[in-house]
Every structure is written in C-alpha cells, then in structure tokens.
C-alpha cells in the first residue's frame, strides 16, 4: 500500500531563519506532489503543486522541491515568521483522478520571535 | 476565489441521531467533491468522493449506509452521518476540485462532531 511520511512531527525555529520540512514516499510513483497549511480547527490551505516533472517551485517565500530518485519532497519556508506557525501537510496522489490524494500526518512548525 | 464553506462548523448531538453536514463551492463549479475525516494528531483520510448527479464512491472500510452523501448539484455536497455514535465523533473535511483546471483540491473549513 501506499505510504508517505512526514518526520518530524514537531520543528521549533527561530524567526528569519529557513524552515526545512521533509516528506517521503513509498511503493508508488506519484504524477505530482502537493503541499498544505493546516491551522487548528481549519480545513487545510492549498500552497504548492509540484508535478513529478517538476525538480522546484516556488511562490514568494515558500520553496518545494521534488526528487522522484529519493522519493522525496522537501518544502522550505525561508525568512520564517511567527505568522507561519502552522501545521503542514504533504499529500500525493496515487492514481489518476484528482480525488486520489493521499495525506502525511503533517509537521507542526513553530516558529519562536 | 475557490472558497469552499461547510455547515454548520461544529455540531454536537445525543447518540442514535442523524447529523447533515453542509458543503458549498461558493466560486466555482465542482463536479466532484471529497469527504474527510481527520482525528486529533492523524492524517487526513479520505472517506469518499462524491460525483455530481452519480453515486458517491466510498473508500474501503466506510460505511455507505452510516454515511449518507448526497450531490445534488454543481455546488453542494451533504454529508449525513446516521444513527451517530460517540466514536463518530471527528473532525468532518470536504473539499472540492475545480473541475480539472488545475489538479488542486480546496478545503473548506471543517466541521467538528461531537456524539454524546
């Protein structure tokens, strides 16, 4: 079966500095990759996609690379900020059709002013 | 724009009850919509995709009888979680994709039950 891993359920920075949150992947090769924000008691905020063509994207401050080889993803948040404490998800999907997404328990980022 | 709303927002009722949950495209048209389910500290999982005017596709180990979804229209997808029990108790997910313009799936805000 499908598993993708975020390990580290917690990660305590300091603000101005870059946030390297990690998600692997095994037994599939997925079409693309995506990244959330989930705050507590919210539903989850879309951030990125990266398709498995893709070796980096970026938008603003956030940067995801996607390494197909390692199975891995890497989601980095530089110059963080208090305002970006957050829980974040990694999600790939396994199949096809777009509702085949399947989530990683997510990384708690605290970032500390 | 790809507001998706759920209501009510949170939810609380005896057991043995019936439960609708309320899922709304505010911006756009969504052809299919998802329901999850997220206990404290786990991942999301999906519990079924839901098909305008088609027969929901339930992920296997979730009961289609306990958890009625109905998809009546371009932008509404109900949840009905039936004869609810203290172990249903969750925090309710949907989310809606944009019709294939792009491969995202957008969140809406959640709906907390709890079953007493």
């Known amino acids: 079966s499908q598993k993708i891993e975020q390990n580290s359920e917690a990660l305590n920075i300091q603000e101005g500095k870059t946030a390297t949150l990690t998600c692997n992947y095994t037994?599939?090769?997925?079409?693309?990759l995506q990244w959330y924000r989930q705050d507590p008691g919210r539903g989850p905020v879309f951030l990125l996609l990266?398709?498995?063509?893709?070796k980096e994207k970026r938008k603003e401050r956030l940067k995801v690379t996607f390494d197909t080889t390692l199975k891995q993803s890497l989601f980095h948040i530089t110059a963080s900020q208090p305002a970006d404490s957050a829980t974040y998800l990694c999600?790939?999907?396994?199949?096809?059709?777009?509702?085949?997404?399947?989530f990683g328990k997510g990384t708690k980022l605290s970032v500390k002013p | 724009g790809a507001v998706v709303s759920q209501h009510p927002s949170w939810v609380i009722c005896k057991s043995g009850t019936s439960v609708k949950i309320e899922c709304r495209s505010l911006?756009?048209?969504?052809?299919?919509m998802f329901w999850y389910r997220q206990f404290p500290k786990q991942s999301l999982m999906l519990m079924a995709t839901?098909?305008?005017?088609?027969?929901?596709?339930?992920e296997q180990g979730v009961e289609k009888d306990k958890f009625l979804i109905n998809h009546a229209s371009l932008t509404l997808s109900t949840l009905t979680v039936t004869s609810a029990h203290p172990e249903d108790s969750s925090f309710y997910i949907c989310?809606?994709?944009?019709?294939?313009?792009?491969?995202?799936?957008?969140f809406g805000p959640g709906t907390r039950l709890t079953v007493l």
């Open positions: 989310s809606a994709s944009d019709s294939g313009v792009t491969d995202t799936q957008y």
């Open positions: 037994n599939y090769s997925p079409a693309y």
């Open positions: 990266i398709r498995e063509n893709e």
């Open positions: 999600a790939l999907n396994y199949g096809g059709s777009q509702g085949n997404l399947i």
């Open positions: 911006d756009f048209q969504a052809t299919t």
């Open positions: 839901s098909n305008e005017g088609s027969k929901a596709t339930y």
